[in-house]
């Protein structure tokens, strides 16, 4: 019995102090470790595909019509750290960082916004998407089929019901 | 005695329609005067446990309210559900728990719930919901709104509670206090200082989660709030949630994707298996032995966040699949420190186990018998310890525990002891699987191609979380949404258990008797708290009262 407990005391001996002394002493994360989300705002084009898949609701959209400008919110206070919206990102805009210390004294440093400016519908004069998500999507439609961008939902909806009454004639 | 599935399905169909829902799956359809009948046949003849009661509100699919009382035939390899209907105006439907004691809680959950009345219950009072919610307001059910629950919820009231208090001292161990890493509260009864009678209150950090992702979440929003349900093996409620609306939905998940999850779930099983025998060892004031076993689980942890990009919440699936690959560095690397885990542990944990002072705290302490464990149902580590061999990565094979080779470890005694030795065990049992894993991983997608989830399927997922059996039934909604989604954890069966455990006990033993099931009281009320880190405090509480009473 003795015996037993001087080994397991050799042991814990041989082992010596392993606490680090965080946060006087930095601690390494490894890569794809999944910390701080930050968003690039060259990059968004306010699809608001993040703000779909987000499971805490930590991405938000707000859209203040009268300035004509979509709000992407981020709150670092919600986040979960899933990374789901990395993941649907079209642009690659959002990116979770390697950073984890999100302590701080001011409640504002926990929000990101990011402001983009959105396109009038040609017909209605309605604000309906974002400039930088019409050029994006623009991209994808065949270049006769381009100015339909530049209406809203409802006015393309309009628009394509007729073309789609002639071509039955 | 009917031994095979096709003899068991014809003992069934005599009660009532049978259907298959999916791989295993059977549901019993069943008249209400006959659920007590078939529940006993299931429970008591034919070798299977009862596992949940799920009560869910279909008035919006077929008029009635429907309970599903869940069993799993470890024998035929199958789960059961026996599926009764309630009439919408009046529901009643006579109670199993005269028959099945450890049906008891379920059925009371069911009631606060829903407001189904379980006939010749021996004590249908609320269980979850507080004294001072009003009548008559039945939280899941469909026709209350999230907005219309917060309205209605009255102001908090103190409710002072009745107790004899005779020759007996009431010792209270918890809860409502913030150092306390998890509300629970023990109310034990002693004479001297032995233990005559105890009394458990749980539910105090129930938020209703099943209501905010039938109400809220979308179908692949849900695995990430369920892996918060625990905050130390949440990522066995991913898994069989999503394996819940794989099921329903008949979605084939690449194998590739399957061997990643079960890799994970052996990581998360060690981790845990580790943290208890710290718990344990602090708790017996054996603080060497916490310092050590924390520092090997330490590297599982830096393991699980090289795989995952994080220590604890893995976020790694998604309905369909998983989301991040393990590339063969990362495979290396894995190998090489379960060497040195294992290693360590051989060369530590063995002896600690063997210390004087270990076994006379443990050893024939908190019994708990077979007949006892069968009728309280208990899961996990708690029956195999009872002599109970059940697991349902041996007997319910699921993502790649199929192909693996690997033992259940049992012990008859039903001692915290035998508790100790098969959690020691299955971390050995654990080690090997995850090397069998690791190095033959196939290659493959991760992600499977259809993900389209059908509306109003069953699907029942069931994994071995590190406590025990984990089972999630889903029935899976329209718009992307699930329609009644009911998570069980193990503690929610294995809790009672310590009542039976602690009567005739000493009141120094009550801590290591209460740990010994490895309780999880914040999953069994399905929520989110837990802090791995703030574990030891809650044990030098316990500690704390128990020791003050007993000097």
Same mark, same amino acid.
């Given at each position: 019995?003795?015996?037993?407990?001087?080994?397991?005391?050799?042991?814990?001996?041989?082992?010596?102090?392993?606490?680090?002394?965080?946060?006087?002493?930095?601690?390494?994360?490894?890569?794809?470790?999944?910390?701080?989300?930050?968003?690039?705002?060259?990059?968004?084009?306010?699809?608001?595909?993040?703000?779909?898949?987000?499971?805490?609701?930590?991405?938000?959209?707000?859209?203040?019509?009268?300035?004509?400008?979509?709000?992407?919110?981020?709150?670092?206070?919600?986040?979960?750290?899933?990374?789901?919206?990395?993941?649907?990102?079209?642009?690659?805009?959002?990116?979770?960082?390697?950073?984890?210390?999100?302590?701080?004294?001011?409640?504002?440093?926990?929000?990101?916004?990011?402001?983009?400016?959105?396109?009038?519908?040609?017909?209605?004069?309605?604000?309906?998407?974002?400039?930088?998500?019409?050029?994006?999507?623009?991209?994808?439609?065949?270049?006769?089929?381009?100015?339909?961008?530049?209406?809203?939902?409802?006015?393309?909806?309009?628009?394509?019901?007729?073309?789609?009454?002639?071509?039955?004639? | 005695?009917?031994?095979?599935?096709? &003899?068991?399905? =014809?003992?069934?169909? #005599?009660?009532?329609?049978?259907?298959?829902?999916?791989?295993?799956?059977?549901?019993?359809?069943?008249?209400?005067?006959?659920?007590? +009948?078939?529940?006993?046949?299931?429970?008591?003849?034919?070798?299977?446990?009862?596992?949940?009661?799920?009560?869910?509100?279909?008035?919006?699919?077929?008029?009635?309210?429907?309970?599903?009382?869940?069993?799993?035939?470890?024998?035929?390899?199958?789960?059961?559900?026996?599926?009764?209907?309630?009439?919408?105006?009046?529901?009643?439907?006579?109670?199993?728990?005269? %028959?099945?004691?450890?049906?008891?809680?379920?059925?009371?959950?069911?009631?606060?719930?829903?407001?189904?009345?379980?006939?010749?219950?021996?004590?249908?009072?609320?269980?979850?919901?507080?004294?001072?919610?009003?009548?008559?307001?039945?939280?899941?059910?469909? +026709?209350?709104?999230?907005?219309?629950?917060?309205? #209605?919820?009255?102001?908090?009231?103190?409710?002072?509670? #009745?107790?004899?208090? &005779?020759?007996?001292?009431? @010792?209270?161990?918890?809860?409502?206090?913030?150092?306390?890493?998890?509300?629970?509260?023990?109310?034990?009864?002693?004479?001297?200082?032995?233990?005559?009678?105890?009394?458990?209150?749980?539910?105090?950090?129930?938020?209703?989660?099943?209501?905010?992702?039938?109400?809220?979440?979308?179908?692949?929003?849900?695995?990430? %709030?369920?892996?918060?349900?625990?905050?130390?093996?949440?990522?066995?409620?991913?898994?069989?949630?999503?394996?819940?609306?794989?099921?329903?939905?008949?979605?084939?998940? *690449?194998?590739?994707?399957?061997?990643?999850?079960?890799?994970?779930?052996?990581? /998360?099983?060690?981790?845990?298996?580790?943290?208890?025998?710290?718990?344990?060892?602090?708790?017996?004031?054996?603080?060497?032995?916490?310092?050590?076993?924390?520092?090997?689980?330490?590297?599982?942890?830096?393991?699980?966040?090289?795989?995952?990009?994080?220590?604890?919440?893995?976020?790694? $699936?998604?309905?369909?699949?998983?989301?991040?690959?393990?590339?063969?560095?990362?495979?290396?690397?894995?190998?090489?420190?379960?060497?040195?885990?294992?290693?360590?542990?051989?060369?530590?944990?063995?002896?600690?186990?063997?210390?004087?002072?270990?076994?006379?705290?443990?050893?024939?302490?908190?019994?708990?018998?077979?007949?006892?464990?069968?009728?309280?149902?208990?899961?996990? *580590?708690?029956?195999?310890?009872?002599?109970?061999?059940?697991?349902?990565?041996?007997?319910?094979?699921?993502?790649?525990?199929?192909?693996?080779?690997?033992?259940?470890?049992?012990?008859?005694?039903?001692?915290?002891?035998?508790?100790?030795?098969?959690?020691?065990?299955?971390?050995?049992?654990?080690?090997?699987?995850?090397?069998?894993?690791?190095?033959?991983?196939?290659?493959?997608?991760?992600?499977?191609?259809?993900? /389209? @989830?059908?509306?109003?399927?069953?699907?029942?997922?069931?994994?071995?979380? *590190?406590?025990? =059996?984990?089972?999630?039934?889903?029935?899976?909604?329209?718009?992307?949404? @699930?329609?009644?989604?009911?998570?069980?954890?193990?503690?929610?069966?294995?809790?009672?258990?310590?009542?039976?455990?602690?009567?005739?006990? $000493?009141?120094?033993?009550?801590?290591?008797?209460?740990?010994?099931?490895?309780?999880?009281?914040?999953?069994?009320?399905?929520?989110?708290?837990?802090?791995? #880190?703030?574990?030891?405090?809650?044990?030098?509480?316990?500690?704390?009262?128990?020791?003050?009473?007993?000097?």
């Amino acid at each position: 019995m003795k015996a037993l407990r001087i080994e397991i005391f050799k042991e814990a001996l041989k082992t010596g102090v392993v606490t680090k002394k965080y946060p006087f002493e930095p601690i390494e994360v490894p890569e794809g470790f999944r910390g701080k989300p930050s968003i690039d705002t060259e990059k968004c084009i306010g699809c608001g595909a993040c703000a779909n898949v987000c499971p805490p609701s930590a991405l938000s959209i707000e859209v203040d019509a009268k300035r004509g400008v979509k709000k992407i919110m981020l709150f670092l206070g919600r986040c979960i750290f899933c990374g789901r919206c990395q993941d649907v990102c079209p642009t690659e805009a959002i990116k979770l960082s390697r950073e984890f210390e999100l302590s701080s004294l001011n409640s504002k440093d926990l929000y990101q916004v990011v402001e983009l400016k959105m396109a009038r519908c040609k017909t209605c004069g309605r604000y309906y998407a974002t400039i930088r998500q019409i050029l994006f999507t623009a991209r994808n439609v065949p270049k006769d089929q381009r100015p339909l961008l530049l209406l809203c939902d409802e006015c393309r909806s309009k628009v394509s019901a007729k073309y789609i009454s002639y071509a039955r004639w | 005695m009917p031994t095979s599935i096709y &003899e068991v399905l =014809e003992l069934m169909r #005599k009660y009532g329609r049978i259907e298959k829902i999916h791989k295993d799956t059977y549901i019993v359809e069943v008249k209400a005067d006959k659920v007590k +009948d078939i529940c006993s046949i299931l429970h008591w003849k034919l070798g299977g446990h009862f596992s949940v009661t799920v009560g869910s509100d279909e008035r919006l699919i077929n008029g009635y309210f429907a309970i599903y009382h869940v069993f799993l035939l470890d024998e035929q390899k199958i789960s059961i559900i026996v599926h009764t209907k309630a009439n919408p105006a009046i529901p009643k439907i006579p109670s199993i728990t005269p %028959i099945i004691p450890g049906a008891n809680w379920h059925e009371r959950e069911a009631h606060d719930f829903f407001g189904i009345v379980f006939e010749n219950h021996p004590n249908l009072e609320r269980l979850i919901l507080p004294y001072d919610w009003p009548e008559k307001v039945y939280p899941l059910r469909k +026709d209350v709104s999230i907005e219309e629950l917060r309205f #209605k919820i009255l102001k908090p009231e103190t409710v002072k509670e #009745k107790v004899k208090p &005779e020759e007996e001292y009431i @010792v209270p161990i918890g809860p409502y206090h913030p150092a306390l890493h998890e509300p629970e509260y023990f109310e034990l009864y002693v004479e001297g200082e032995r233990i005559v009678d105890a009394k458990y209150k749980g539910f105090h950090v129930h938020r209703g989660i099943e209501k905010v992702a039938e109400e809220r979440l979308t179908i692949n929003q849900i695995p990430f %709030i369920a892996e918060r349900i625990c905050g130390i093996c949440g990522y066995t409620h991913n898994v069989a949630y999503c394996q819940a609306v794989e099921y329903a939905a008949n979605i084939d998940v *690449p194998l590739r994707a399957k061997y990643i999850r079960s890799i994970l779930l052996e990581i /998360e099983r060690i981790h845990s298996h580790l943290l208890w025998f710290g718990v344990l060892f602090h708790l017996l004031g054996f603080d060497t032995g916490f310092m050590m076993t924390w520092l090997v689980r330490e590297k599982i942890m830096d393991l699980a966040e090289i795989l995952t990009g994080n220590r604890k919440n893995y976020g790694m $699936n998604l309905v369909g699949g998983v989301r991040r690959d393990i590339n063969e560095g990362k495979i290396k690397l894995s190998l090489e420190t379960l060497d040195y885990v294992e290693y360590k542990l051989r060369k530590i944990l063995n002896k600690m186990l063997k210390l004087k002072e270990i076994m006379s705290r443990t050893k024939e302490i908190g019994l708990l018998s077979r007949e006892e464990a069968r009728k309280l149902s208990v899961v996990g *580590p708690v029956a195999r310890a009872s002599g109970i061999s059940t697991d349902v990565r041996k007997y319910h094979p699921y993502a790649a525990y199929g192909e693996l080779e690997f033992k259940v470890p049992v012990y008859d005694a039903g001692d915290v002891y035998s508790r100790v030795l098969v959690r020691y065990d299955e971390i050995f049992e654990s080690i090997s699987m995850l090397k069998q894993l690791l190095k033959n991983i196939p290659k493959g997608d991760l992600m499977a191609e259809n993900v /389209e @989830v059908p509306e109003y399927r069953k699907g029942l997922g069931l994994t071995e979380a *590190p406590r025990g =059996e984990n089972v999630h039934l889903v029935i899976t909604g329209r718009e992307n949404k @699930v329609y009644r989604w009911r998570p069980r954890a193990p503690s929610y069966n294995n809790v009672p258990s310590t009542l039976v455990m602690l009567k005739g006990e $000493n009141l120094a033993d009550a801590p290591a008797i209460i740990a010994s099931i490895d309780p999880c009281f914040s999953c069994t009320d399905h929520v989110v708290v837990v802090d791995v #880190k703030r574990g030891t405090r809650r044990t030098l509480r316990l500690k704390e009262i128990s020791r003050g009473r007993a000097r």
